[in-house]
């Protein structure tokens, strides 16, 4: 199975990564994904949050694998894809799937024959976790996100569990220089389409893409070399641990006629400080739901393993979805 051509931002089954191929905006190929979470089974695609942050908002499970384990078109920096259900036994289960290799992705990792759902379950005694409550950028983690992402790891550690506080690794720099990498990139696509295709982008993406227009060549090789310096602080961060847990989202889900929260072209990456880093460092993380606010909104849950520890995170995930509070149950027909 490819995965082709969705980006799901807040709910919203988008391509705004794609324009030539896709421009209007909308879903298409064989990975369009059910991002709601009204079906038990979905597929979304992943640049910097995508698949983990509506998981977060809507309170399903989400893995993020490991950078090129499931076969994507095209493949890119960062970009993957990966399962958004109801259960991590769901995931772990549609893995077995997605998986399968696909030569038309060229930069896919050499299939591995996996058994996904045999090796879930399990306790955590001896693990060593990194708790990152401040990453360093991006919006504060609200009261309530902060408040559910302890009690995590509270749980965790009556299970056994080493817990230790990570100090914030990211930068303002680093961030702004992911913005306009991105940025750049679009702006590229955007302007190959006709005028009446251009006129059928969602106009927050024009806005932000066009900020690029004042960018250098240097600029473009400087930003990259921020998306490097995320990376390896990434990698840095997650070195002493087993995995770092964090929130998936500093805050509950957004208006959904927004964009981003606050719709603000220029500061379009606040919400995904958490989530970026694991991307462009290529490690795999899972979205799980931790509670709820006061509104009765979903709170997620972030688990970060090691390259290729694509288990491990399902296996975490696993094992809080045991040491978890109760969940609201799901609608029925």
Known sequence: MLASGVSSLHGITRNPWNLARNPAGSSSGAGAGLVAGYAPLALGTDIGGSVRLPAAYNGI????????????YPPFLGRVTGPMTRTVMDAALLMTALTNPDPRD????PYREIDWPGKLGGDVKGKRLGLV?????GLTPQPAVRTAIEAAAKAFERAGATIEPVAPFLTADILAGVDGFFQARLLAE???LPPDRQAKVLPFIAAWCQRAERLTAVDAARNLAFIMQMREKAVAATEAYDFLISP????TAFAAEEATPGNDPMRPFEHIAFTVPFNMSQQPAVSIC??????GLPIGLLIVGHRFDDLGVLHMASAYEVLRPAQRGWPEP
């Open 106 to 109: 060229f930069m896919a990792l």
């Open 133 to 137: 409550l401040d990453i360093g950028v």
């Open 248 to 251: 998936t989202s500093p805050i």
């Open 190 to 192: 955007y302007q190959l």
């Open 61 to 72: 499970f989400a893995l993020k694998p490991s950078f090129g384990r499931v076969p994507i």
């Open 290 to 295: 931790a509670g709820y606010d006061g509104d």
